[in-house]
């Protein structure tokens, strides 16, 4: 089975820098997604990790341990708009199987 | 077509009624997902299809709960005898080959159970 823990809330300042932690269990492990998702809508892709290591794409970047279990993702320059719920998500053997959500909340 | 499509957006059923929900995916893709996510909760996974493979379907609830996917095509999740507690919003994703490719996600289909 998998299991994923993140924190269920977070709280940052516009123009700042926020880390958001993902830790996991799974039985095979086919990379690790990052997702974010509006209130009311769909989740979108941020990013996704097969390899140890750091992946940049613009103000987000995330980053993947495999022998630790390990991900985050990084917001950098945040705006209010980034306010949402990420979601870290493993890919299985299988399915995708989704953590809970960090719900960011962007302040002036 | 462009994107993944599900229907009806919203669905107001009585507690007891049947429902089914449809998920169009994007052509091509292998890969069709189905969760459930409750208000301010998580993304919970239902079951998995993957191109001719039995579909996982550790997910699921119950057996009121069951879902069809034909061919590489249309899905559709079918909740017998609905409860309230199965109020939620159900998201329907695809991807090109499996579960180490994007997931696209449908705008997903609001059901409320009265």
């Known amino acids: 089975g998998q299991n994923i823990d993140q924190p269920t809330e977070m709280t940052a300042t516009e123009g700042a820098i926020v880390q958001i932690n993902c830790t996991y269990q799974t039985s095979g492990f086919n990379g690790l997604f990052w997702y974010q998702q509006h209130a009311g809508e769909a989740p979108t892709f941020l990013s996704y990790?097969?390899?140890?290591g750091l992946e940049e794409k613009g103000r987000f970047s995330s980053f993947l341990s495999r022998s630790k279990g390990y991900s985050y993702l990084l917001l950098k320059e945040l705006q209010m708009k980034d306010s949402a719920s990420y979601l870290c998500a493993v890919a299985g053997r299988r399915a995708l199987t989704f953590g809970s959500g960090t719900r960011l909340q962007v302040q002036p | 077509g462009a994107g993944v499509s599900q229907s009806p957006s919203n669905k107001v059923t009585e507690k007891g009624k049947d429902v089914e929900l449809r998920c169009d995916p994007i052509s091509g893709h292998t890969a069709l997902y189905w969760y459930r996510q409750r208000l301010g909760q998580g993304l919970e996974f239902l079951i998995y299809?993957?191109?001719?493979?039995?579909?996982?379907k550790s997910g699921l609830p119950s057996d009121r709960f069951s879902a069809e996917r034909t061919g590489e095509s249309v899905s559709t999740l079918t909740i017998q005898r609905t409860q309230q507690e199965d109020s939620a919003v159900y998201l329907c994703a695809s991807s090109l080959d499996g579960s180490g490719t994007e997931a696209f996600f449908g705008q997903g289909t609001r059901l409320t159970v009265v």
């Open positions: 299809f993957q191109g001719n493979s039995a579909p996982d």
């Open positions: 990790n097969v390899l140890d």
